[in-house]
């Protein structure tokens, strides 16, 4: 496996160990406090905004470890199905910080463009990940 490869893993696992430090981090924030409806609907958004993150990083992270020539189709797939739910939510999001149904912004997009073009490139044309994944391996 190569670093590019393997970096990407680290990433994949990176997102999928994101949410779950965000609800230890709030449970520990709020333990023992009030919390007015205000405040937990902002927790709400932001825990809507992770989550499609955290569950295509799973199928992800599960797709990176089958050894098959099809993997690296299989995982462009998912890179822009991440991007498409996430650009949706970021946006439903955002329409309700502007009509002030929530008082944190959502997260901007750009890193998420940049994050799919960038993959999915490196899964379109490395010869490195082609060869890793091909069944007839010596």
Same mark, same amino acid.
């Given at each position: 496996?190569?670093?590019?490869?393997?970096?990407?893993?680290?990433?994949?696992?990176?997102?999928?160990?994101?949410?779950?430090?965000?609800?230890?981090?709030? =449970?520990? +924030?709020?333990?023992?406090?009030?919390?007015?409806? *205000? +405040?937990?609907?902002?927790?709400? =958004?932001?825990?809507?905004?992770?989550?499609?993150?955290? @569950?295509?990083?799973?199928?992800?992270?599960? *797709?990176?470890?089958?050894?098959?020539?099809?993997?690296? *189709?299989? @995982? *462009?797939?998912?890179?822009?199905?991440?991007?498409?739910?996430?650009?949706?939510?970021?946006?439903?999001?955002?329409?309700?910080?502007?009509?002030?149904?929530? +008082?944190?912004?959502?997260?901007?997009?750009?890193?998420?463009?940049?994050?799919?073009?960038?993959?999915?490139?490196?899964?379109?044309?490395?010869?490195?990940?082609?060869?890793?994944?091909? @069944?007839?391996?010596?």
């Amino acid at each position: 496996m190569g670093i590019w490869l393997r970096l990407f893993q680290i990433l994949t696992v990176l997102g999928i160990i994101g949410l779950p430090v965000m609800i230890v981090y709030v =449970a520990y +924030t709020v333990w023992g406090t009030e919390i007015d409806k *205000e +405040t937990w609907i902002d927790f709400l =958004a932001i825990f809507i905004e992770s989550l499609p993150i955290f @569950i295509l990083s799973i199928l992800i992270f599960r *797709e990176l470890n089958i050894i098959r020539p099809s993997t690296p *189709e299989a @995982i *462009e797939e998912l890179l822009v199905t991440q991007f498409g739910i996430t650009f949706v939510v970021s946006l439903v999001l955002y329409v309700l910080f502007k009509q002030s149904y929530i +008082t944190v912004k959502p997260s901007s997009v750009f890193f998420d463009i940049v994050y799919c073009i960038v993959w999915v490139s490196f899964f379109r044309r490395s010869k490195r990940v082609k060869s890793y994944y091909e @069944i007839n391996k010596t």
